[in-house]
């Protein structure tokens, strides 16, 4: 009973957390409070304020306690190359991609700034919406140079696009330009995504090159405002 306590008590306080009834930004109870109110050790209340903190429930401000999370939204990592796969997976949510639209196109004067390409260079285009524990929350416009994606299917994309450059192309992906920004909701969005009552929208611009320095993948990655927090990890250099 001792060794599975401290889940217990992560358990209610998630239920709490998740329920409302626990709102964000409201600090817990203390570590002597929450002792006495499940009549355990320090050692079993720390072990599960520990494992809320690691899954992202509560932050522990050192000399201050711990303050509730915005569970309602998805940690999006500004730094890093990460699928959408892989971001759910991490979040163990359920997740699922719609394929709106799949086609071989000729770039228009736009996409061939965009892309570094001329309207002789033939790219895949593929509108996705990516969906998160039953929601629709982002909608995915990639564009990829044949150049260096020569085959692509729609059933590769339902799944993870990444997945299968790097592990059936043997493609390597090496770093991304990002471009961040508010942009008005447009009708694409709300015909693709559950927008409620959203008239803005972030956008986040992907400019993808391989590792010898090569463009192949342009993206527009639309997120709903109310799912997401934007969140990076950074270092002051001396």
Known sequence: MYENKYL???????EKIQSGQLKPSTKLPSEN??????????????????MLSQNGYIQKIRG???????????????????????LAQKMGKPWGTIVNEFALISPDSQLQKQ???????PVW????????????????????????VPILTKEICEGS????????????????????????TTAEDRMFLDLKDDKHIVVVKNYVYLDNANLFQYTES??????FRFVDFARRGH
């Open 8 to 14: 217990s008590i992560y358990e209610e306080l998630v």
């Open 33 to 50: 409070e929450l002792v006495k109110e499940y009549a355990t050790s320090r050692e079993t209340v720390r072990k599960a304020l520990t």
């Open 64 to 86: 201050k306690g711990s303050y509730v999370l915005d569970v309602s939204k998805y940690d999006f990592p500004i730094s890093g190359l990460v699928s959408f796969k892989e």
């Open 115 to 121: 892309l570094n390409v001329t309207e002789k260079d």
């Open 125 to 148: 285009k593929v509108i996705r919406t990516r969906v998160m524990d039953g929601e629709k929350i982002i909608l995915d416009k990639d564009f990829f140079n044949k150049k260096y």
């Open 161 to 184: 696009i990444y997945e299968y450059l790097e592990q059936d192309l043997g493609l390597k992906i090496s770093f991304a330009k990002k471009e961040f920004f508010v942009d008005e």
């Open 222 to 227: 639309r997120h709903r405002l109310d799912k």
